[in-house]
């Protein structure tokens, strides 16, 4: 019986830690203007940092080693790859992914993972731009998935 408390407990302080070292409090950020809406880790990035082109927010971590741009701005009819290309993305690209309705590349530069997304519905396109430590990417990993998967437009 002690064996099994033991191991109980020991079971209990391993989740504890896991959740603490990976226990980001979420929220959800909207544009009112354009419906754009995404979940953001409120305890990361914990600063606002301005307003990009368009309608939206920047956030900056408390260390200012990450920010995240949620951004909506108006569709010119252009393709998710015309788009990009106008954007004129850095060279290097190591991810890159375009369909017909969004798309998302990907890269590192100096120390730093940059990734984007956007998303083409309705009258705007709805983007989130993330840059964060490339020393840190196993624990982003999660954080940038959920960022990205929850990406909406209104």
Known sequence: MMRIKRSL????VVLCSSAAAHGESWTSYR???????????ASIFTEEA?????????????DGS?????????????????????????SGIIYKRITP???????VKRDAIWYDRCNFSGRYVHCVLINYPAA???????VV??????????
């Open 9 to 12: 407990a020991a079971i209990a």
């Open 145 to 154: 998935t959920r960022i990205s998967n929850t990406l909406r437009g209104g």
């Open 101 to 107: 309705r969004f798309f998302v590349v990907s890269s």
């Open 31 to 41: 544009i009112p203007e354009t419906g754009t809406a995404v979940d953001i880790p």
């Open 136 to 142: 840190e990417k196993r624990r982003w990993d999660s």
């Open 66 to 90: 990450a920010d995240l741009t949620v951004q909506a701005v108006p569709r010119t009819g252009e393709s998710p790859a015309a788009f990009l290309a106008r954007k004129n993305p850095p």
């Open 50 to 62: 301005g307003k990009p082109d368009g309608y939206g927010q920047r956030f900056r971590s408390a």
